[in-house]
């Protein structure tokens, strides 16, 4: 087995290969996105190609789940011999734990610009804390105050919490200007108690216009949740500044993939709403035949809370907002523009959008959407793993509604980026789909378990790794 490792040659091999144009707008970005902005653990991991030879994983899915910022896995090494109960414990560590995940609370108050009394409730992930604030929606007389209002763009996690309860959707418009006069319009007719938007799309990283949108629902008596899960590991986002009640995202996308989320927001409904997870820690007190509930996140957080997930996700919160703005910025869109230019020149991609008049540099964040003509967007993916050792997203995004909108009913492909990536990744990526338009497939590949992968696979995971490739089972939402 030969081993190409990727050195920094090889990014000037690449330049080459990907003819002239590529290489001009390659090299004009390497300053500013040549290397990671911030050390990522496992950013040099080597991924085996399907034809012998092993190359540094080019991770373009940091949008599905993101790498562990190193600090944060350092972090969690310190931590990890204090970890003990949480709330529960007189002694030395479960205090040190005790205060640990109460601190947390306040650093991601903090780190969203929330408002003195703003509840910080850990969760999940975004998915948990929607379903959290669909349990808390206000009533009078014991029936629903008003219906939910949302886009048929969102994510599955902003959509389906709410069809539980009264709802009604507006299909967005092609531009963000019409988008947000179809929502005044819909607003317009009254009865709505909640918009609920995504911050940013996680189909095409388009960003949406939150504190516009927060003014139109509280000018018609409504409040906003701002699905936050692709924004935040982006953007700063200020709720204070822009006036948004309740903000949701997960810890995974954010760089602390440790099995925690949030719900950043007004007390009021939250300390009146079901409790989220009836238990322990939840109650003032509990009787055989009745309870009376905590306020406060302890209302919404019955069990063990995840101290460790909670801390690393405060922790990865302050690393991001010690970033330099203009940096951050500057990294991010030089890999985007790198990467949306480069599929442009490649004949038969389609790089997608929804809205007509989004800025790609000030209104997107790092993901693109695209397919490839004649191609299954399974298959490029599981091509570009195989034979490019390139990550990236395929299916329907949990997005369904959009996808069909777009056109795209069988799906497409997503890369996604943040502070491990470097240009190079992209380049990886575009010299895959150059390559699979000039000289087609280099392997055969079957579908297993509804999947694309290569045939008669022989690579290897690590030994502790329990699944052999091609057993990992279909992603999620792209079944019909
Ligand atoms: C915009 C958006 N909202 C919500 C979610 C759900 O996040 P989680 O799976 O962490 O609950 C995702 C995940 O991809 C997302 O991209």
Request: proline share 5%; hydrophobic share 40%.
């Amino acid at each position: 087995m030969t081993t190409a490792t990727v050195s920094p040659n090889t990014a000037v091999r690449l330049q080459s290969a990907a003819g002239h144009d590529t290489a001009a707008l390659f090299s004009e970005r390497l300053a500013v996105a040549g290397r990671p902005l911030s050390a990522v653990t496992g950013a040099e991991i080597q991924a085996p190609l399907i034809q012998g030879g092993h190359v540094r994983y080019a991770n373009l899915d940091y949008g599905a789940s993101a790498p562990a910022l190193s600090v944060v896995s350092a972090y969690l090494n310190e931590i990890l011999p204090f970890y003990a109960s949480v709330h529960r414990g007189a002694g030395y560590a479960s205090q040190i734990s005790t205060s640990v995940y109460e601190n947390a609370r306040n650093i991601v108050r903090d780190f969203v610009g929330g408002r003195a009394g703003d509840s910080v409730i850990f969760t999940r992930n975004t998915t948990d804390s929607l379903n959290l604030l669909a349990g808390c929606l206000p009533t009078v007389d014991g029936r629903p105050a008003g219906d939910v209002l949302y886009l048929d763009i969102e994510h599955h996690a902003n959509l389906l919490p709410w069809q539980g309860v009264p709802h009604r959707s507006v299909v967005a418009a092609d531009t963000l200007a019409g988008t947000v006069e179809a929502l005044r319009a819909e607003l317009e007719q009254g009865g709505v108690s909640l918009l609920a938007v995504t911050g940013a799309s996680n189909v095409t990283g388009e960003i949406l216009p939150i504190r516009a949108l927060a003014a139109l629902a509280h000018e018609h008596g409504a409040r906003i949740v701002v699905d936050a899960a692709q924004l935040a590991p982006h953007r700063r986002i200020n709720i204070s500044a822009d006036d948004v009640d309740y903000l949701a995202f997960s810890g995974h996308k954010l760089y602390a993939p440790f099995g925690a989320g949030v719900l950043v927001g007004r007390p009021d409904w939250l300390d009146a709403g079901t409790p989220h997870l009836a238990g322990g820690g939840a109650v003032r007190e509990a009787r055989l035949d009745g309870v009376s509930w905590a306020t406060g996140p302890a209302r919404h957080e019955g069990g063990s809370p995840n101290v460790l997930g909670a801390a690393t996700l405060a922790r990865a919160t302050q690393v991001i907002a010690a970033l330099d703005p203009d940096r951050w910025h500057a990294h991010e869109s030089a890999i985007r523009s790198f990467l949306v230019e480069g599929l442009h020149k490649i004949d038969g991609v389609t790089v997608h959008q929804i809205f007509q008049d989004t800025d790609p540099d000030t209104d997107t964040i790092g993901v693109v959407n695209f397919s490839v003509e004649g191609y299954d967007a399974g298959l490029v993916a599981a091509y570009l793993s195989a034979e490019h050792g390139v990550g990236l997203r395929d299916g329907r995004f949990c997005a369904h509604p959009l996808l069909k909108r777009l056109g795209l009913p069988s799906g497409s492909l997503r890369a996604s980026f943040g502070l491990g990536s470097r240009l190079e990744d992209a380049q990886r990526l575009l010299a895959g789909i150059e390559e699979l338009r000039r000289t087609g497939l280099g392997w055969d590949y079957v579908v297993d378990s509804g999947r694309w992968v290569p045939a008669n696979d022989t690579r290897t995971y690590p030994d502790w790794a329990p699944n052999t490739p091609g057993t990992a089972g279909a992603a999620p939402c792209t079944d019909d």
